[in-house]
C-alpha cells in the first residue's frame, strides 16, 4: 500500500489491518509529522502497489498500482482504478 501525500496520517491504521505501508512526502514540514506518527517517509516509490491512496489534484504520474482510491478535502473516496 502506498500513502502518498498524507503525512503518515494513514499509515498506522493501514498497517493494523495488515497492510505494508510505503509512505510519500515531499514537503520536509510534512515529512517530519510523518516520522512523528511512526512511519519513514521515502523520496520516491518504488515497485507495483496493490493499492494507492492519495490527495485529489496529486501526481500519480509514475505510479504503478492496481487500485487507486483519491480521497477529497471533504473527505469522499474515489477509485480511480
Do not use: C, K, T, Y
Not at 512526502?25 to 520516491?44: C, F, I, L, N, T
Amino acid at each position: 500500500m502506498l500513502e502518498l501525500g498524507f503525512a503518515g496520517i494513514h499509515a498506522r491504521p493501514l498497517e493494523l489491518a495488515g497492510w505494508e505501508v510505503v509512505v510519500v512526502e515531499a514537503d520536509p514540514s510534512h515529512a517530519e509529522r510523518a516520522r512523528q506518527r511512526g512511519a519513514e517517509p521515502v523520496d520516491r516509490p518504488e515497485g507495483r502497489f496493490d493499492a494507492v491512496v492519495a490527495p485529489a489534484g496529486a501526481n500519480l504520474a509514475g505510479i504503478d498500482a492496481a487500485r487507486v482510491l483519491v480521497i477529497g478535502r471533504d473527505g469522499s473516496v474515489r477509485e480511480l482504478r
